[in-house]
């Protein structure tokens, strides 16, 4: 079965520095996404950037970049030049292409909860 | 609608009431899931639509949990003869269609059993 594991609850960072939010996988599959979302205390999910297992390329969304390790099952995000609307829960998640019986549910990690310091 | 609308926001319960969560997704979007998120943890698949069909239900904790989209639109949660260990965020999400269309979130509805 797959599982995401994100290994940090709490994170902090001082506004306009960098941080770096830890997350790991398994899965036997080669085809598959991945997705950091962004929980804000309104509770909606926010897709912040996402990465098909098949590029090698790292995705990057302005000032949120991602290290995808495809040996390691690693999946790392980058936020620079943070900012107080940062401050969230963030939350690595996998999923399978969607079709041969595969429903494209999301297999989320526990989250990490981002501190933004002024 | 622009968005994913859940209702209600919030709702109490008191333990063995039945209850009712709607989520009202985007026009035409034919994916639906609903994902059950306790607190401080991530958010955990229940079941999911392809229009009105519920092609997998494998995560509903238990046969109190019933969930139905009868046109295709709309759909509904029910959690019947609730118990405290169902206090959670109840998600719902809804997309285009499969492969790479990303999904859009309501802002779920927080139920408190009591």
């Known amino acids: 079965a797959q599982t995401v594991t994100q290994s940090q609850p709490e994170m902090s960072v001082q506004e306009a520095e960098t941080v770096t939010l830890s997350c790991t996988y398994d899965?036997?599959?080669?085809?598959?996404?991945l997705f950091w979302y962004k929980q804000p205390p309104s509770r909606q999910m926010i897709l912040v950037i996402r990465?098909?297992?098949?590029?090698?390329q790292n995705a990057t969304e302005n000032r949120f970049s991602v290290n995808f390790q495809k040996a390691a099952k690693s999946f790392s995000l980058k936020i620079s030049d943070s900012q107080l609307g940062d401050a969230a829960m963030y939350f690595c998640?996998?999923?399978?292409?969607?079709?041969?019986?595969?429903?494209?549910?999301?297999?989320f990690g526990q989250g990490t909860t981002l501190q933004v310091k002024p | 609608g622009a968005g994913v609308s859940q209702s209600p926001r919030y709702k109490v319960a008191k333990r063995g009431q039945d209850v009712a969560l709607r989520c009202d997704p985007i026009?035409?979007?034919?994916?639906l899931f609903w994902y059950q998120q306790a607190l401080g943890q991530g958010p955990e698949f229940l079941t999911y639509?392809?229009?009105?069909?519920?092609?997998?239900k494998s995560g509903l904790p238990s046969d109190r949990f019933f969930a139905e989209r009868p046109e295709g639109s709309v759909s509904t949660l029910k959690i019947q003869r609730t118990q405290q260990e169902d206090s959670a965020v109840y998600l719902c999400?809804?997309?285009?269609?499969?492969?790479?269309?990303?999904?859009?979130f309501g802002s779920g509805t927080r139920l408190t059993v009591v």
């Open positions: 999400a809804s997309s285009l269609g499969g492969g790479g269309y990303g999904y859009t």
């Open positions: 899965t036997s599959e080669s085809d598959y996404y």
């Open positions: 990465q098909e297992a098949y590029k090698q």
């Open positions: 998640a996998y999923r399978l292409p969607h079709g041969s019986g595969n429903t494209g549910k999301l297999i």
């Open positions: 026009s035409g979007h034919v994916s």
């Open positions: 639509f392809q229009n009105e069909a519920q092609l997998d």
